[in-house]
Nanobody, 124 residues
Framework: QVQLVESGGGLVQAGGSLRLSCAAS????????MGWFRQAPGKEREFVAT????????SYADSVKGRFSISRDNAKNMVYLQMNSLKPENTAVYYC?????????????????WGQGTQVPVSS
C-alpha cells in the first residue's frame, strides 16, 4: 500500500509559477499510475493531470493545458506538477493520487490512494 505526501504549495501571485511535489512510500512506485486533482472552496474535486507508470503517457484538463506539466521520477519515487501562468481561479487544495492500473485515467474514483493535499492560493 502506497502513502502519498504532497508539498510545494503556498501563496503565489497571478502569473507566477509553482512546482508541487508528491513523495510516495510503501509501494513499488513504478507500478502506480499517478494523478493530480484539485478542489476549490465550495466546489467538487476535479481532475488536473495524469501520468502513466513509465511516464510515456500524460493527459491534462483543458483548463490547464499548455500551462501545467506533470512528470515523474521513478528512481526517486516522486511525481511533480509544474504550474505556470497561474490564475486566481487555480486556487485550490491540490491532491496527488495513485492506483495500480496501466495507462492513464482522468476519473478520480479510479484512484485508490490519496495524499492529504497541499494548499495553493493564487492572489490577483
Amino acid at each position: 500500500q502506497v502513502q502519498l505526501v504532497e508539498s510545494g504549495g503556498g501563496l503565489v501571485q497571478a502569473g507566477g509559477s509553482l512546482r508541487l511535489s508528491c513523495a510516495a512510500s510503501g509501494g513499488t512506485f513504478g507500478s502506480y499510475r499517478m494523478g493530480w486533482f484539485r478542489q476549490a472552496p465550495g466546489k467538487e474535486r476535479e481532475f488536473v493531470a495524469t501520468i502513466s507508470r513509465s511516464g510515456s503517457m500524460t493527459s491534462y484538463a483543458d483548463s490547464v493545458k499548455g500551462r501545467f506539466s506533470i512528470s515523474r521520477d521513478n528512481a526517486k519515487n516522486m511525481v511533480y506538477l509544474q504550474m505556470n501562468s497561474l490564475k486566481p481561479e487555480n486556487t485550490a487544495v491540490y491532491y496527488c493520487a495513485a492506483d495500480l492500473r496501466a495507462g492513464i485515467t482522468t476519473t478520480g474514483a479510479t484512484y485508490d490512494y490519496w495524499g492529504q493535499g497541499t494548499q495553493v492560493p493564487v492572489s490577483s
